[in-house]
């Protein structure tokens, strides 16, 4: 089983940059594949990175590509999502899961088996 805690988040102008964490429990995390999702009120849940359980080969939506970047340390059981030239739209709730073991990364939020339970991030204009 693998918990996760997610932390980073807070309010920034647009423009500006967010480093969010996620940092799980338990000596599996380097069998899983983690995925960054995000959620805006009254929105679907959305995708917006994935990594391989390696922490090699990452997938972005075009709606963040160029501006995010998914990074997976397992040798300190910790996944980092760096957000670059934020706008208001990317105001949400920000969640990471881990899909495993020995599973690829997925943009399907239905693939995940475990959840953080999120860390708000609000862009200002």
């Known amino acids: 089983q693998v918990q996760l805690v997610e932390s980073g988040g807070g309010l920034v102008q647009a423009g500006g940059s967010l480093r969010l964490s996620c940092a799980a429990s338990?000596?599996?995390?380097?069998?899983?594949?983690i995925g960054w999702f995000r959620q805006a009120p009254g929105k679907e849940r959305e995708f917006v990175a994935a990594v391989r359980w390696t922490g090699g080969s990452t997938l972005y939506p075009d709606s963040v590509k160029g501006r995010f970047t998914i990074s997976k340390h397992n040798n300190i059981n910790t996944a980092y999502l760096q957000m670059n030239s934020l706008k208001p739209e990317d105001t949400a709730v920000y969640y990471c899961a881990a899909r495993g073991p020995y599973r690829d990364r997925s943009s399907n939020a239905h693939e995940y088996d475990y959840w953080g339970q999120g860390t708000q991030v609000t862009v200002s204009s």
């Open positions: 338990g000596r599996t995390f380097s069998s899983y594949a």
